[in-house]
């Protein structure tokens, strides 16, 4: 019975020998493993990060550009027509997916191949004329903060008073004296503009 147990004993101690060992083999074969794992990620080529870089910047370039074409504009003003409120040289930032338009907004338009910024002066529902009173919406002399001149007729322009009907505007630059507006190429229809000013962006002057 002695010699049994004595032989049970000795194959338990061997199978545990032999799962140590069997671990303590495995050990460094994954240690070896993991190290060249770590070396493959150490060892990326730096024309691989560059690459990674430059792609990365033309996405974001493409997604400024796309936001610049189809929801913000962006523009230097180029005529003296806004002085004082908007100066020649100033950037220009609008919005091209909103069209609807309250008095006193600012819209950004075309005229003659020039692209320029106008203020709305009344919409659709709305009467303008102009009298030696000055400027009238809806028979009511308007008072307007930061117009520092008289607003008159032109010889050669539009015939007052004039309704508006839907999504139609009156607009005019806010250096009334000479500013290229509604008295001259009549009334503006709100599809026809380019959108909402957003920011005026001041030039530096030195």
Do not use: C, H
């Not at 009156?170 to 507006?181: C, N, Y």
């Amino acid at each position: 019975m002695q010699i049994k147990n004595r032989a049970r004993k000795n194959k338990k101690r061997k199978k545990e020998w032999l799962s140590s060992g069997e671990t303590e083999r495995e050990r460094p074969y994954e240690s070896k493993k993991e190290n060249k794992m770590k070396q493959a990620e150490q060892s990326v080529p730096l024309w691989k990060d560059i690459l990674s870089l430059f792609i990365k910047l033309g996405i974001l370039a493409l997604l400024f550009l796309a936001m610049f074409t189809f929801v913000f504009g962006l523009f230097r003003n180029q005529d003296a027509d806004m002085y004082p409120n908007i100066k020649d040289g100033d950037l220009v930032v609008y919005y091209r997916l909103d069209k609807n338009y309250t008095a006193r907004d600012l819209t950004v338009l075309d005229y003659q191949g020039s692209r320029q910024v106008r203020r709305v002066i009344a919409v659709a529902g709305d009467t303008v004329d102009i009298t030696e009173d000055g400027l009238l919406v809806n028979g009511s002399p308007q008072q307007e903060p930061g117009i520092y001149e008289e607003t008159k007729r032109y010889a050669e322009g539009m015939d007052f008073p004039v309704t508006l009907r839907d999504e139609e505007i009156f607009v005019l630059g806010d250096a009334r004296e000479d500013a290229t507006d509604s008295r001259v190429y009549g009334i503006v229809q709100a599809d026809d503009t380019l959108g909402k000013v957003m920011l005026v962006i001041r030039r530096r002057e030195f």
